[in-house]
T-cell receptor, first 114, second 113 residues
């Protein structure tokens, strides 16, 4: 979905390096999410934010941190990357006013940690 | 916490046949069940959803059924076409108002021409 963009789309890095994945959205949504996708494990929630001042841990937050710089921007950081963080990462957004919250996903970032 | 199981993990069908993907959830308070389709190289996209006060919903060739008593819901695709080939994910919202999803592990559907 062009309304949710992720940069970079692909990244190869080495163990111990700091990595930042960025997400921007033009949908005007207040809710933003970071997921990780691994084969056979589906999508697992890392962090989510319902507002610029609101940050919440998801299922698998260890080793990750996030920053909500503005309503439209939500970045995910790996302070010291390790090989088992090799995965496909997705950012998603949602409209807070909706009773049932459809989430709109970005195109993903493929991260490889060597 | 909420757990969502999805079966099968892979499914191959002949073009024109039907495909069924099943999910079960553990939290009886779950009230919203979306289905997402993920094509190669893209992010998941919502294709249909169902709320806990509805038993069935249809949209052209796709339908979703919900059995609250048994805590399972299913995606049905009729008259499958090659463009239906993708990975499908079910999800459940564990409690009302939190707007978090717990996803199933995905089903890779292959429609054979």
């Amino acid at each position: 979905d062009a309304d949710v963009t992720q940069t970079p789309r692909n990244r190869i890095t080495k163990t111990g390096k700091r990595i930042m994945l960025e997400c921007s959205q033009t949908k005007g949504h207040d809710r933003m999410y970071w997921y990780r996708q691994d084969p056979g494990l589906g999508l697992r929630l890392i962090y989510y934010s319902f507002d610029v001042k609101d940050i919440n841990k998801g299922e698998i937050s260890d080793g990750y941190s996030v920053s909500r710089q503005a309503q439209a921007k939500f970045s995910l950081s790996l302070e010291s990357a390790i090989p088992n963080q090799t995965a496909l990462y997705f950012c998603a957004t949602g409209h807070g006013g909706a009773t049932y919250n459809e989430q709109f996903f970005g195109p993903g970032t493929r991260l490889t940690v060597l | 916490g909420e757990n969502v199981e999805q079966h099968p993990s892979t499914l191959s069908v002949q073009e024109g046949d039907s495909a069924v993907i099943k999910c079960t959830y553990s939290d009886s308070a779950s009230n919203y069940f979306p289905w997402y389709k993920q094509e190669l190289g893209k992010g998941p996209q919502l294709i249909i959803d169902i709320r806990s006060n509805v038993g069935e919903k249809k949209d052209q060739r796709i339908a979703v059924t919900l059995n609250k008593t048994a805590k399972h819901f299913s995606l049905h695709i009729t008259e499958t076409q090659p463009e239906d080939s993708a990975v499908y994910f079910c999800a459940a919202t564990p409690t009302s108002g939190t707007y978090k999803y717990i996803f199933g592990t995905g089903t890779r559907l292959k429609v054979l021409a």
